[in-house]
């Protein structure tokens, strides 16, 4: 199990960018797939990125795609998503999430084992 705590979220202007981080604990950081995840109000959570053991490789949502950049440093136990081009359409809670087992990029919530509390994202228009 791995203990994970999102950072960075707030309040922004359409047009405007932020980065999240998400801190993990534990010392086998580099082992996971991390994921970044989404949920708007009355909306199911959705995918938003998600990245390889040693960040060779990606994968968003189309909905994101060139906008948001996913990054890890495994050295710092830390993945990022840095959001530019924001939309008020990305307004939601961001949520980092760990697949324990780490063979391949999920899309699927299910797949991830451990997951953040969570940082609220709002874009004002």
């Known amino acids: 199990q791995v203990q994970l705590v999102e950072s960075g979220g707030g309040l922004v202007q359409a047009g405007g960018s932020l980065r999240l981080s998400c801190a993990a604990s534990?010392?086998?950081?580099?082992?996971?797939?991390m994921g970044w995840f989404r949920q708007a109000p009355g909306k199911d959570r959705e995918f938003v990125a998600a990245?390889?053991?040693?960040?060779?490789?990606?994968d968003y949502a189309n909905s994101v795609k060139g906008r948001f950049t996913i990054s890890r440093d495994n050295t710092k136990n830390t993945v990022y998503l840095q959001m530019n081009s924001l939309k008020p359409e990305d307004t939601a809670v961001y949520y980092c999430?760990?697949?324990?087992?780490?063979?391949?990029?999920?899309?699927?919530?299910?797949?991830?084992?451990?997951w953040g509390q969570g940082t609220q994202v709002t874009v004002s228009s």
């Open positions: 999430a760990a697949d324990l087992l780490g063979g391949s990029l999920e899309r699927r919530a299910e797949a991830y084992d451990d």
């Open positions: 534990g010392r086998a950081f580099s082992y996971y797939t």
């Open positions: 990245i390889s053991r040693n960040g060779g490789r990606t």
